[in-house]
C-alpha cells in the first residue's frame, strides 16, 4: 500500500507475502484476511463497509488484495490506523497496525 492515503480516489490494500512462519510456507488461498480503517478516536471512518476482505490473488506468493472506495470520508492531513487482521486456522493467525495520512493527489 502507498505510504499515503489519497482523498477521493480508488486505492488497493495490499497483504504481500503472507506466510505460516512456523512451517515455512506461504498461505494461497486459506486464510480470512480483512481490514478496517480507523480515526484517531479508533472510530470506522465512514464511505466502506467494515472489515474489508481482502481476496488472495490467485499464482502468487501469499498475497491478498481489497478495494478502498473514493468515498471514505479521509479528511485531508489526518492521520489513520490501518489494521488488519489474517486468519489461516489455528494457531495461525496474523494482526497487524500501522498508521498513514490522508492527503489530496496532486500531479
Known sequence: M????FIGNDMSLTVTGLKDEI?????????????????RAGVNVSGQ???????????????????????????????????ITA???SDVIGFWRYERKAVYRTP
Open 23 to 39: 512451517a515455512g510456507t506461504f498461505i494461497n488461498s486459506g486464510a480470512t484476511v480483512t481490514a478496517t480503517i480507523k480515526n
Open 2 to 5: 502507498a505510504e499515503l492515503l
Open 49 to 83: 463497509n467494515w472489515p474489508l476482505t481482502l481476496s488472495y490473488l490467485t499464482g502468487t506468493n501469499g498475497n491478498y488484495r481489497g478495494v478502498l472506495e473514493d468515498g471514505i470520508a479521509f479528511e485531508a492531513n489526518e492521520i489513520y490506523r490501518i489494521e
Open 87 to 89: 486468519d489461516a486456522g
